[in-house]
């Protein structure tokens, strides 16, 4: 890449203009570069045809990119691949945003993810909690073998993230005797309210509804947060003794 090519890539990301630049340059070229393999992972697809996704978005325009990816994700759906169809939807979630089509693609997301978990024989339920901060939504995964109570690891995903990516990495480990549970951080597409600085109580609210599950061991909860989700697993783990 010339100097002149890195001062306009660095000028368009300062300055937030990637959708405007994607009129000019391929959209592709303002990805990170660990957007391929995650795609690739996520949907259990080839890298070569998350390659081919990638080329094929026409703008980073919050619009255009949703409806791609919608239409992608549906073209995966009439073929009975779930995953690579909820996997899309995650892509046209973000960023967050107050929008019909939005809106529509979350909805499609979730729908798609629990056809993949019928499919797969994942036992992730979506559980849905009222708090005095707004509605939260998460995934709760107890393990299929179960001896009693069972211990749980909590992951927590970041702003670009899902609670239904992870599923799709632990689908390995639901027969090791532990449970899970999947979510985002506040402030993302699961949530009502934006994040501010009362975020944490979103999450004691979280645990609070996990401990109550009768194949819970309340004494053992473990939590990993990645990207902004580190940030909140840190502030979880200095606020709630659990």
Known sequence: MSAIQKMIYSFVSLTNTQSIASHFYSPKKFMPRIFIPRLAYGAGISMDEAHDLLDGVPSLASKPWTQYWQRIGKNYEAKQNFRAASMCYIMGCFPKEDFPWKDEINYLKR???????????APFEERIIHTPYGKIRYYLCPPTVLNGRAPITIFLNGLEGSAEEFAFALGAYLKEGTG?????VPGSADYDAPMDTHSDQYLKCVVDDICKQPWVDADKIGMVGFSFGAYWTLICAKTDPR
């Open 111 to 121: 729908e798609s993810f629990k056809k993949w978990c019928l499919g797969a024989g």
């Open 180 to 184: 899970f549970a999947t979510l985002s």
